[in-house]
């Protein structure tokens, strides 16, 4: 939680000229697959954006957009931990860890 | 007498607020649809408490049938689909308790499934109509209180379709203390000139688990025109109230549909907004 906090936080800071801040959040199904949303402080749309899932060594697990109504679901990564990462663009990340998600 | 009475008894709240009732002190009556948190940073189970009371004064409380209906509309994004889950399976009936009296009151508790997502949650509420024998009418108060989960606006300024209804100008849920909250009061979709309106600050502390109001008011009263604080909105039905403390804020606006009827007697149908205020810290 902490670190997703942090995420949060950088994020923030980062985007002080970004009018709308990214924001993303992700879930366990319970049926071993991630679902994923995105959005923006402003309520615009995340459809399309770049996400991306990567393993403890930065190896590119999944690489693909949000879909129309700015999420994305896919299998639970075999791998210990991993990070999703929502790429908002102009290098506004947002950076969810898998032990963040419930 | 009344006012004699009560001054020989300061401190003593249990007893001063059935004088004002005895004395024929008409006060506000609030439908409460409660959550502790309108702006959580993630997505969790929400747990709501409905009780029917007089939330200045943490009470009298009454008691409430079930409601006619209960759902919630949300929304992650402006251009987003509005979704409609209706939640009347997860109403169940508690015993609300106060420094005044307990009542019939109504709880759910939504699993966190249905109110993970990032966005904006509009809980309604529509109460059975309540008899108030003191007046020898009925009450009927449109509620609405709105969550947001993660920072992702949605539907907050959105009309609910509701025959009356509060439509939010500031974001009900993202208050400082210090500012301001605007509104329009709307019956049948169209403003209301000149609606009375009856602002009330929830000054005693909520616990979840009781479920009810914990003896104890966070605010004195210098005396009941600071309780229920009545306004007008203006010509074109919006209006603006202070926020000077933190914590929950309730605006009702009365008797929007004049000359309606329930069972053979006046019915005053009435709309509730809910606001939760942030100490900037």
Known sequence: ?102 | MCRRLAAILPGNTVVIIALMMFCGGVQAHFQMLYTPDLAPIRGQATHLLMPFSHPVHGGPNMDIDKPEAFYVLSQRGTAAKRKKVDLMAYLTPVTWSSPINSSTAFEAKLPRKLTRSLGDYVFILQPSPFYEAEEDKYIQQHTKTVMNVGAVPGNWADPAGLPVEIIPLDKPYANWRGGVFRGVVTAGGEPVPFAALEIEYVNYRVDMALPGFVPGAAVQLPQDSFGTMGIKANAAGEFVIGLPRAGWWGICALDLVPGSLYQGKALSVDAVLWLQVREMN
């Open chain 1, 1 to 102: 939680m902490k670190r997703f906090l942090c995420a949060f936080a950088l994020t923030t800071v980062a985007s002080q000229v970004f009018a709308h801040t990214p924001l993303c959040d992700c879930f366990d199904n319970g049926d071993d697959t991630i679902s994923c949303e995105g959005g923006f402080s402003d309520g615009s749309s995340a459809a399309g954006m770049a996400v991306r899932v990567y393993d403890d060594r930065e190896k590119i697990l999944i690489d693909t957009v949000m879909d129309t109504d700015s999420s994305i679901s896919f299998p639970r990564p075999a791998v210990e931990s991993y990070t999703v990462v929502f790429d908002a663009g102009e290098g506004h990340l947002v950076t969810v860890y898998s032990d963040d998600i419930e």
